[in-house]
């Protein structure tokens, strides 16, 4: 089945203690992106991928790292997670430039809790 | 700086209202147009890609169409498994400073009562 995995689904960490979000696709997708969801400001974009080792930043970066060392794979670092980092996190791949009919196939999501 | 905005932000109906749900945008030669729906708690499924004013897509009750301005979700006899938030999404063209980004509405969070 053609589909974005995330883990883990739900996250409650310490501030500062630092973390990482997997995110891996079985589609041979190019593009991979990070988004963050929040009520009242919709998707923002955190980093995006066009390919492997081709990171760039999206509307929303700081506090944030990617790396794509892997095509399937893109996972989210935050080194130093503060509370307002609390956030809905998706991961979305799409098989770029055209991107296809469909847009983004996102992953299932990641509810991230820093206190 | 692209601009999407779907209105209502709530809309709550019921079983076999039908209704509209607006998304404007303000770029301009966009290269798409997407409609997602997204339940509580999960990522947004794909729905519909409008490429071109005066496009038209269709799938079971809803249907989506596309202006120079706005796209519109039109949702015929609605039942209560389509309450769901639904999002539009824009692709801008590729001379834009914002090219490789998808950028989002708000959403529409809908609500159908039995």
């Known amino acids: 089945e053609a589909q974005v995995t995330q883990n883990p689904r739900y996250l409650i960490t310490v501030t500062g203690k630092k973390l990482t979000v997997t995110c891996s696709q079985n589609?041979?997708?190019?593009?991979m992106s990070w988004y963050r969801q929040d009520p009242g400001l919709g998707l923002r974009q955190i980093y995006y991928?066009?390919?492997?080792?081709?990171?760039d930043k999206g509307d929303v970066p700081e506090g944030y790292k990617v790396s794509r060392k892997e095509k399937r794979n893109f996972p989210l670092i935050l080194e130093s997670p503060s509370p307002n980092q609390t956030s809905l996190y998706f991961c979305?791949?799409?098989?770029?430039?055209?991107?296809?009919?469909?847009?983004?196939?996102f992953g299932s999501g990641t509810r991230l809790t820093v206190v | 700086e692209d601009q999407v905005t779907q209105s209502p932000e709530a809309l709550r109906l019921q079983e076999g209202e039908s209704s509209s749900l607006n998304c404007s945008y303000t770029?301009?030669?966009?290269?798409?147009l997407f409609w997602y729906r997204q339940d509580p708690g999960k990522g947004p499924e794909f729905l519909f890609t409008?490429?071109?004013a005066g496009e038209e897509k269709e799938k079971e009750r809803l249907k989506a169409t596309l202006t120079k301005k706005e796209s519109f979700l039109h949702i015929t006899a609605p039942k209560p498994e389509d309450s769901a938030t639904y999002l539009c999404?824009?692709?801008?063209?590729?001379?834009?400073?914002?090219?490789?980004?998808?950028?989002f509405g708000s959403g529409t969070q809908l609500t159908v009562l039995p």
């Open positions: 979305a791949s799409s098989n770029s430039p055209g991107w296809g009919v469909r847009g983004y196939t």
């Open positions: 991928s066009m390919n492997v080792e081709v990171t």
């Open positions: 999404a824009v692709l801008p063209p590729f001379s834009s400073g914002s090219a490789r980004q998808l950028t």
């Open positions: 589609m041979n997708h190019e593009y």
């Open positions: 770029v301009s030669g966009l290269r798409g």
């Open positions: 409008l490429y071109s």
